[in-house]
């Protein structure tokens, strides 16, 4: 496996981190019901000033952002 090959796979990994991190801080934990998730995702969304649409937008972004990051970093350690 090349580096390149390497760096998609530690972001990929990044990503599905980002997704476990931000369900589990929207409060989308299992026995939860519509209300929770909704009250998750507003206490999410009003961090950056907004509502449950906003919190929605963020929970959805994170594990891309984190992705990125993740094999820029990788990129960047290992050349």
């Known amino acids: 496996m090349d580096k390149d090959d390497q760096a998609k796979v530690a972001g ?4 599905a981190a980002g997704a476990v ?7 989308s934990v299992g026995g939860l019901g519509a209300a ?4 998750g995702l507003a206490a999410v969304g009003s961090v950056v ?3 449950m ?3 929605l937008v963020v929970t959805a ?13 990788f990129k960047w350690l290992k050349d």
């Open 12 to 15: 990929a990994v990044g990503g």
């Open 21 to 27: 991190g931000t369900v589990a801080a929207a409060g």
């Open 36 to 39: 929770g998730i909704t009250s």
């Open 49 to 51: 000033g907004g509502g």
């Open 53 to 55: 649409a906003a919190g």
């Open 61 to 73: 972004a994170a594990p891309l952002v984190i992705g990125a990051a993740t094999y820029g970093l």
